[in-house]
């Protein structure tokens, strides 16, 4: 692939959104630097569960990335089944997919990764680089500030580093902020064969028993494993705190998330019970909702740099590819006028990721309730009859 010396793009961050950005950008004949944090690519074994790509958004920058057959390899369309029980194990929803349907096919966050990484030019990601502070120039360029006690100089910079961002800061004051729900992680690997009950159980998808402020939510992974996010409307510190859960000491935490549990249905109680010893407390952050900022010559955003949201929208990694990929053609429209192109994208960056925020704070709301599987299943009839 070819580069190009100007304009040059330098990306903090290589998760989805940056890769998806790099990616584009140099299909397209412009060169980038992308700097992580990570020591090198398989730092960090795991890189989170499954997610549906959405036709209009982590599709659609599948496309302009010219990987469509390498997506496709790895779609899981059968992932998009869908179970909805009540506490008590009663089945408000039992939906089977096809491999037919490839109108939000599931796909593990890993090998999506993998899919991009080795799309993208490897002596352009530099590794084991930690940003912890942008300086800008009186050149209108920007210094950047990495945990090892290097520096490196930019002309063009693109914060693609995630929730807690230290690009952020160029543009605008606003943080993270809890959202009152907190995860659990946790996960039975090999399912299939080691717990067939469970795994019959949840099925080829998704399963949702949401009551009493909490909820269970096991998905289906592509490697075999079912991971299942334990959900709690509790203060922020509250899961570390005053739970009495002992997170350093599996066995005894099972039994002490189980005992939140005590009167949901027995097969719920044992996707707890039988999960590994990975267990982690998730507390849920957004940002704020129509978040903007002002233009700011030499840089911008994408991802949850840009509008950090629950995922109760199934939008986060969606709307990262999205922004990528509309940045990296604004960048080509532009002639690689860099303030032109950011003009352009966050022009409709913005709207977009709005909307989408409210839904996903709406469905937060909604979903851990004293009665949330029953919510969800009349917002998805809603959806239906609405032909959404």
């Known amino acids: 692939m070819a580069n190009t010396t100007t304009p040059h793009i330098t990306i903090v961050g290589a998760g989805l959104g940056g890769l998806t950005l790099a990616r584009v950008l140099q299909v397209n004949g412009i060169g980038v630097t992308l700097y992580e944090a990570d020591a090198a690519r398989n730092a960090r074994p795991s890189q989170g569960g499954t997610l549906d790509l959405h036709p209009e958004s982590g599709q659609w920058a599948m496309h302009q990335a010219r990987l469509e057959k390498e997506f496709l390899a790895i779609a899981r369309p059968e992932g998009q089944s869908l179970r909805l029980l009540t506490k008590d194990g009663d089945v408000l929803r039992d939906e089977v997919e096809g491999e037919e349907n490839m109108d939000r096919p599931e796909v593990d966050r890993s090998a999506l990764r993998d899919v991009l990484m080795n799309s993208v030019d490897p002596d352009s990601i530099v590794w084991g680089k930690h940003l912890k502070q942008v300086r800008p120039l009186e050149d209108g360029r920007h210094e950047l500030h990495f945990g090892d006690g290097s520096t490196a100089q930019c002309d063009t910079l693109v914060g693609a580093d995630g929730a807690w961002s230290h690009v952020r800061p160029l543009l605008t004051d606003a943080t993270p902020s809890y959202t009152g729900v907190s995860f659990i992680e946790l996960g039975i690997p090999d399912a299939d064969h080691a717990h067939p009950e469970i795994s019959a159980f949840v099925g080829h998808g ?20 079912i991971r299942t996010y334990v959900a709690f409307r509790c203060d922020e510190d509250w899961l570390t705190t005053a739970s009495g859960i002992p997170f350093g000491q599996p066995a005894q935490a099972r039994e002490a998330i189980r005992g939140y549990f005590a009167d949901w249905a027995p097969q719920l109680q044992e996707l707890i019970l039988r999960s590994d010893d990975v267990i982690l407390p998730r507390p849920i952050y957004m940002l704020p909702i129509g978040l903007t900022w002002l233009p700011t010559p030499g840089v911008t955003l994408l991802g949850d740099a840009a509008h950090l949201m629950s995922p109760f929208a199934g939008e986060g990694a969606n709307l990262a590819m999205r922004d990528a990929a509309e940045l990296a053609l604004a960048i080509v429209a532009a002639d690689g006028d860099f303030t032109t192109a950011t003009a352009s994208y966050e022009k409709a960056l913005f709207p977009r990721s709005t909307e989408l925020a409210q839904e996903s704070a709406d469905n937060l709301d909604l979903l851990v309730s004293p009665d949330g599987s029953r919510q969800f299943d009349a917002l998805m009839r809603r959806y239906e009859a609405a032909g959404q």
């Not at 998704?206 to 494993?225: C, E, H, V, W």
């Open 206 to 225: 998704s399963l949702y028993a949401l009551a009493d402020d909490k909820g269970i939510m096991p998905q289906r992974n592509g490697d075999g494993r």
